[in-house]
């Protein structure tokens, strides 16, 4: 392949609430393919500026391309139609329902949402489901009831659940919180495995993770843009190890 293709820019982006400025003139882009880690200490800004790219918060200046699309523009369910996905820090799953069933409800034919479970279901949306559920490590636990899973086993589902909707970019707000480090080794591998024709932005604190999954690190602090770079020249940044890794 040769150069490769910028999916997200991010150009002096700018939200004020109430005249703080939780993202301040912020600019980075992601390219097709890689893994991207925000990190940066609590408060940093790192949750608005996805808030700010699914469209849940409104920039008050700046860009967020997507492609050729504009996303400030965009409301939140045209920004998902445009191949943007977002897992929220808590999972967000149906827990009556069982694997199989949490995983067709996402499948974008099925968004007839209850009323799909009553409806033939084709080899497609079966076949579909299967492939998901065994990348994410639940292929024998199909017919459980997604209140029976571990939470990190949850996290996984909710990951498939936008998985099956063939995001292009799919963003993580700190996916391994309360996982086990076996279950944050499978993540690393799980995330590894999505990334061919799809970008992921990842927020996360476990540096041993970070270090395993990412192409490229941005670090943020008090709103602004601090570092880019590998996790190793970050490591080795004296004003990330000041504001961040130091403490
Ligand atoms: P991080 O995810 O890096 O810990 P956040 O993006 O959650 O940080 O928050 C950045 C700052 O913006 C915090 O000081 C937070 O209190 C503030 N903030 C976030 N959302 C809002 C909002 N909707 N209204 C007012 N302040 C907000
Ligand atoms: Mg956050």
């Known amino acids: 392949m040769s150069k ?7 150009e002096d982006l700018t939200v004020s609430f109430d005249g703080f400025k939780a993202v301040d003139d912020l600019s980075f882009y992601v390219d ?50 445009a191949g943007v996905g977002r897992k929220f820090q808590n999972p967000s799953i149906y827990e009556a329902l069982s694997v199989f069933e949490n995983l067709e409800l996402s499948y974008p034919k099925g968004k007839r949402v209850f009323g799909a479970l009553f409806f033939k279901r084709t080899d ?22 997604a209140s029976l899973l571990s939470h990190g086993q949850k996290q996984w589902l909710e990951i498939g659940m936008l998985l099956i909707q063939n995001p292009k970019l799919l963003m993580l707000d700190e996916p391994v919180a309360g996982m086990s480090v076996a279950e944050r080794e499978k993540t690393a591998e799980l995330l590894k495995n999505i990334t061919k024709n799809r ?3 990842v927020i996360e604190h476990d540096m041993k993770f970070v270090e395993h999954i ?7 602090h008090q709103g602004k843009f601090l570092a880019e770079g590998s996790m190793q020249s970050i490591q080795k940044n004296q004003k990330v190890i000041d504001v961040y890794l130091g403490q």
């Open 4 to 10: 490769k293709d910028i999916v997200l820019s991010v």
């Open 32 to 81: 097709e393919g890689e893994i991207r880690v925000i990190i940066g200490p609590n408060g940093a800004g790192k949750t608005t500026v996805l808030d700010l790219i699914c469209g849940k918060t409104k920039a008050t200046s700046g860009s967020i391309k997507f492609h050729d699309l504009e996303l400030t523009k965009l409301k939140e369910h045209e920004i998902v139609e």
């Open 214 to 220: 990412a192409d490229r690190v941005t670090v943020l």
């Open 199 to 201: 970008s992921v932005i």
């Open 124 to 145: 497609e949306v079966i076949n579909k489901v299967k492939e998901i559920a065994r990348m994410i490590y639940l292929d024998d636990k199909l017919d459980v009831k």
